[in-house]
Every structure is written in structure tokens, then in C-alpha cells.
């Protein structure tokens, strides 16, 4: 799914898309002259591998996000904001940013079921 960046405005606009059994939904909203505000939940099930043993297990996540989007990060020198995502072509695309969004999760230390119950 891809949002134009010029489509959003000051009025928040919702957005919802899944991924296997993940579901990214939340809000667009116009921050400032070149900044777009993105507040969203990833929420489901991602199989995510251990860090002790290496076996893929199912985890749940509920994770909460929010960050800006830029369109074009040289307009936003002055912005004195550091969670910035700089888009391409003026287009937001809800799934790239899913998937980045999940890498960054994933990079998270994990341990399974197994792992976990013989500390
Ligand atoms: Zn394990």
C-alpha cells in the first residue's frame, strides 16, 4: 500500500495493512512543512529465531511505533527531530516500511520457551 506524501494532511488518516499473520495500522498526519508524522502498532505472530539455540519459535508481537517521514531530507536540516525516515519519489510505502520496521524488532535479542525456562 502506497500513500502519496502530498495526500496527507493535518487531519490524521488511518491506515491498515497485514503481512502473513502481522498487522500494521495507525495514523498519517501532516508534522510540519516536510514532515509527515507515522504513529502505528505492528501486532500477530512472527516466527523469530533464537538467539541461544537458533530454533525458529512463534512470538507475538505487540509492538508500538512512531516516527517521521521525510520527502527529501536535505529540505529537513533544521528539523531538530533524529527518528526521521526519508521516503522515496514522494511516495510512502506502508509495506517497505513494515518490513524495515520488522528487521529492526527482529535485530532484538530473543530467546526461546526452552531457553528461557533454563536460566
Ligand atoms: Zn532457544
Redesign the pocket.
Known amino acids: 500500500m502506497k500513500i502519496g506524501f502530498a495526500k496527507v494532511g493535518t487531519t490524521a488518516i488511518a491506515f491498515e495493512i497485514s503481512k502473513g499473520s502481522l498487522k500494521f495500522s495507525g495514523t498519517l498526519r501532516k508534522f510540519s512543512r516536510y514532515l509527515i508524522e507515522l504513529e502505528a502498532k505492528i501486532t500477530g505472530d512472527e516466527n523469530i529465531s ?6 525458529a ?1 512463534t512470538h507475538a508481537v505487540n509492538e508500538s511505533v512512531k516516527f517521521h517521514l521525510s520527502d527529501g531530507l536535505s529540505k529537513v536540516e533544521n528539523e531538530s527531530l533524529e527518528d526521521i525516515v526519508e521516503i522515496e519519489d514522494s511516495m510512502i510505502d506502508l509495506d517497505e516500511l513494515l518490513d524495515s520496521e520488522l528487521e529492526l524488532y527482529k535485530s532484538n535479542y530473543f ?6 525456562t533454563s536460566d
Open positions: 533464537c538467539d541461544i539455540c537458533a530454533e519459535f530467546s526461546c520457551e526452552n531457553c528461557k
